[in-house]
T-cell receptor
Framework: QKEVEQNSGPLSVPEGAIASLNCTYSDRGSQSFFWYRQYSGKSPELIMFIYSNGDKEDGRFTAQLNKASQYVSLLIRDSQPSDSATYLCAVTTSGAGSYQLTFGKGTKLSVIP | DAGITQSPRYKITETGRQVTLMCHQTWSHSYMFWYRQDLGHGLRLIYYSAAADITDKGEVPDGYVVSRSKTENFPLTLESATRSQTSVYFC?????????????FGEGSRLTVL
């Protein structure tokens, strides 16, 4: 069973702080890594993807990937109350056959004004 | 409007009834997916389709049937609904291949089975 693990939270941070969301995965053959944001009662939306080791920055968001440690993270700088949502980590897994994208259960983030 | 739409958005049904959830996308994306989302389980793939007339099982296919006669439509049918199928169902699509994770989701269909 290929797994993607996230701390369910809730993670509470004050407005303006850095929020750090973590994700580990079990399949060493995983190639692509994604972060989705899901507001309560809404559908997931893609906010970041990363394919190579290291950091990838997009505005206030930074995705970090360490394939050796099988770890991917999302940093949100200058957190805003509008960032309050559940963040889903998704990982493409290796192997032939069925579709290979596995979601974690998500981490709920609350940004406190 | 372009995009991916699901219907109905809300549905209440009884155990044993047949229910069909509709999904329509206007992007001509090759891949379409059905996920269910439950507390404690996250998003789980039910079925997916790589193209018209090509479908395959995901992680939790039992009790569900899909078809894809046209690229833009991907209906999900619960042939005999059970209470365990109470969930929020999301349809998604992407133009990419089997390893892409860049999915576009519909707004979801909330199904309650009494």
């Amino acid at each position: 069973q290929k797994e993607v693990e996230q701390n369910s939270g809730p993670l509470s941070v004050p407005e303006g702080a850095i929020a750090s969301l973590n994700c580990t995965y079990s399949d060493r053959g995983s190639q692509s890594f994604f972060w989705y944001r899901q507001y309560s009662g809404k559908s997931p939306e893609l906010i970041m993807f990363i394919y190579s080791n290291g950091d990838k920055e997009d505005g206030r968001f930074t995705a970090q990937l360490n394939k050796a440690s099988q770890y991917v993270s999302l940093l949100i700088r200058d957190s805003q109350p509008s960032d309050s949502a559940t963040y889903l980590c998704a990982v493409t897994t290796s192997g032939a056959g069925s579709y290979q994208l596995t979601f974690g259960k998500g981490t709920k983030l609350s940004v406190i004004p | 409007d372009a995009g991916i739409t699901q219907s109905p958005r809300y549905k209440i049904t009884e155990t044993g009834r047949q229910v069909t959830l509709m999904c329509h996308q206007t992007w001509s994306h090759s891949y379409m997916f059905w996920y269910r989302q439950d507390l404690g389980h996250g998003l789980r793939l039910i079925y997916y389709s790589a193209a018209a007339d090509i479908t395959d099982k995901g992680e939790v296919p039992d009790g569900y049937v899909v078809s894809r006669s046209k690229t833009e439509n991907f209906p999900l049918t619960l042939e005999s609904a059970t209470r365990s199928q109470t969930s929020v169902y999301f349809c998604a699509s992407t133009a990419g291949g089997p390893s892409t994770g860049e999915l576009f989701f519909g707004e979801g269909s909330r199904l309650t089975v009494l």
